[in-house]
């Protein structure tokens, strides 16, 4: 089995055991984990990290503003794994698993990934420029630029939230 059958199995896993949660902090973990699998999988299908990379940003953001709102709102309640999501993960990843038969086209599937055409050009003449290199040399100052001033928008945002109001006050 490759590696992108197993982490697809495990992706849907997750999805099922997600369904069965109802403690909020558990839901947002399977969120994260889910998303660091998606990106990886979107990584090895387009061949450049770049999307993933920003897919999985936002979905961080997302879920820290999400994490503080639970953690402020959310009554404190302890978290329970109860014998039913137990087997419900662990029958979803053996069902899984028997589902995917051991198929030469799926060993090989990987192979028709990386010599397939990447999905990213910036033209679609015969010399494609693909979107791997990140960061180069001529764009070096601009993103200095852009690291610094996030950084300083960062500070500026922490210096001005008033932490003696709202319901992220200190008791």
Known sequence: MSLMTIMMIFASSLSIVFTSIT???????ILLIQTVVIAALMTFTLKTSWFSYILFLIFLG???VLF?????????E????SYVMITVMILSLFLGALITPLDPFLLTHAV????????MNLTATAT????NPMYN??????TLFLILYLLLTLVV???ITATHFGPLRLN
């Open 68 to 76: 503080i709102y639970v953690a402020t709102l959310a009554p404190n």
């Open 137 to 142: 040399l001529s764009s070096m100052k601009m």
């Open 23 to 29: 403690h909020p902090l558990a839901m947002g973990l």
């Open 157 to 159: 945002v922490v210096k």
């Open 78 to 81: 302890s978290l329970s794994l």
């Open 128 to 131: 494609t420029i693909s979107l």
């Open 112 to 119: 028709f990934i990386e010599n397939a055409p990447s999905q």
């Open 62 to 64: 997302a879920m820290l």
